[in-house]
Nanobody, 124 residues
Framework: QVQLVESGGGLVQAGGSLRLSCAAS????????MGWFRQAPGKEREFVAT????????YYADSVKGRFTISRDNAKNTVYLQMNSLKPEDTAVYYC?????????????????WGQGTQVTVSY
């Protein structure tokens, strides 16, 4: 079992940057692949980025590719999402999620553990 707590959200102007963090409890963090998802008001939850257990493999949604970077520090039990060149359409609640073993996935159904989410608001 792993518990996830996101932080780092906030209000930023378009073109700005934020770094989200997701701290995980438990000694087996390094065995999980991790993902970031987001949900805007009135929309379904969508995939943002994923990273394998070792950090050696990453994958991004087309909408964030080149602007967002996912990384992890297994010694600190933390996964990050660096968000640059933010756009108003990036406004959403951002969730981190843990998937039991293997490579990451773009499907939210593959993730067994979820954080409570952190709000990101990008103004014009």
């Amino acid at each position: 079992q792993v518990q996830l707590v996101e932080s780092g959200g906030g209000l930023v102007q378009a073109g700005g940057s934020l770094r989200l963090s997701c701290a995980a409890s438990g000694r087996t963090f390094g065995s999980y692949s991790m993902g970031w998802f987001r949900q805007a008001p009135g929309k379904e939850r969508e995939f943002v980025a994923t990273i394998s257990w070792s950090g050696g493999n990453t994958y991004y949604a087309d909408s964030v590719k080149g602007r967002f970077t996912i990384s992890r520090d297994n010694a600190k039990n933390t996964v990050y999402l660096q968000m640059n060149s933010l756009k108003p359409e990036d406004t959403a609640v951002y969730y981190c999620a843990a998937k039991n073993s293997g490579l990451g996935s773009i499907s939210s159904y593959q993730y067994a553990h979820w954080g409570q989410g952190t709000q990101v608001t990008v103004s014009y």
